[in-house]
């Protein structure tokens, strides 16, 4: 098969590369569509220690199924799918409750760190265990569904964030996923999105998409601005979709008592917090890891156009020119958002 692998840091090489054998309860999905992420595009350099060559990346994708291993049952040749990028073991005590995402033998599709090597989806095959696929409907394209992964995890942050009908949400940091955040508080019913960045760009961005107030963060004081959009109070919750010791810090300045922080982000390891306030204000602190059974609900999003993907996607090259578009993205190219490869 053809398969973009990074061969070593900063090397990635279009090439051939040995076709994917599957075992009994897997299935061999031919890639139709394989989203760059910026967890790739950071990684490529080694920076991260999650791509350690040689390694295929890509773990946001869709496509059809090729082939079906011997004790699968539920999937098809043909059958239109896109998968979890999450690989959990099915069997373990979180798996068993429902929370693959904290799988204790979780992998993730095309990382390979210090535990394991897992070839991803920039390829025309990929193997993958049936239990994380998802059908996609006839209504959402694979260029759509191969966004669903990204999709999914602000879903799942909405969630962890227990947003009511009516609430105030701040959303920190616009980038694709806080973009995506948006577009999920819109749908859970929220009285006012407050998005702030400080890129103009980005912020215009998130209006077109649903956010009621966008602030800019160079420009002025977002506490008390929020303050200002709440009689004072703050806001119900804050999405924090950064992970800046900075803009932690102003999310959790945001919130009203009895507020919900939902964290996401996570550049730095770790960040200072002022206890004192989070403890006295009885704020919650929820931490968001990936996602939880929040594709099907991410799907249906998606195929009535409540999450909007037509605007975030800047480009659609073939596989084949990967590198090139790595390389655009790796240089910060301005205004470039997400870019989809065909395979
Ligand atoms: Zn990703
Ligand atoms: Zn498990």
Redesign the pocket.
């Known amino acids: 098969m053809k398969a973009l692998t990074l061969t070593e840091y900063m090397n990635l090489v279009y090439g051939d590369a040995p076709d994917p054998q599957i075992a009994g309860d897997e299935v061999l999905v031919r890639v139709r569509a394989c ?1 760059i ?4 595009v950071h990684g490529m350099d080694g920076s991260t220690g999650r791509r350690v060559p040689p390694v295929i990346m890509g ?2 994708a869709a496509g059809v199924i090729a082939e079906v291993g011997g004790q699968v049952r539920d999937w098809k040749r043909g059958d239109r799918v896109t998968f979890d ?1 999450t690989i959990s073991c099915g069997v373990c005590w979180y798996c068993q409750r429902g929370l693959p995402n904290l799988c204790d033998r979780r992998r993730v599709l095309g990382v390979s760190c210090e535990d394991y090597r897992q070839n991803g989806a920039f390829a025309e095959l990929v193997a993958l265990p049936a239990r994380i696929l998802y059908g996609v409907p006839d209504s959402v394209s694979f260029e759509q569904a191969a966004m669903v ?2 999709a999914s ?1 602000a879903v799942h942050a909405v969630r962890r964030a227990a947003v009511s009908l009516g609430d105030v949400a701040v959303v920190m940091g616009t980038g694709m996923i806080g973009l995506f955040v948006v577009q999920a508080l819109c749908a859970s019913g929220c009285a006012k999105i407050i998005a702030v960045d400080i890129e103009p760009q980005k912020l215009a961005l998130a209006r077109k998409l649903g956010a009621d107030v966008a602030l800019n963060a160079n420009e002025c004081d977002v506490a008390k601005e929020v303050r200002g959009h709440t009689e004072g109070r703050g806001a119900d919750v804050a999405l924090e979709v950064i992970g800046l010791g900075p803009t932690i810090n102003t999310a959790i300045a945001c919130l009203r008592k009895g507020g919900t922080l939902a964290l996401v982000g996570n550049f730095r390891p770790t960040v200072e917090i002022p206890l004192q306030a989070v403890v006295t204000r009885q704020l919650t602190l929820a931490g968001c890891c990936a996602n939880c059974d929040d594709y099907p609900t991410t799907l249906e999003l998606l195929g009535r156009k409540a999450i909007n993907t037509a605007s975030l996607v800047s480009a659609t090259p073939p596989l084949a020119e990967g590198t090139a578009w790595f390389k655009r993205l790796y240089d910060r190219e301005p205004g470039l958002l997400k870019v989809i490869l065909q395979c």
């Open positions: 989203g992420c910026g967890s790739d773990h946001e990028s992964e990204p995890v």
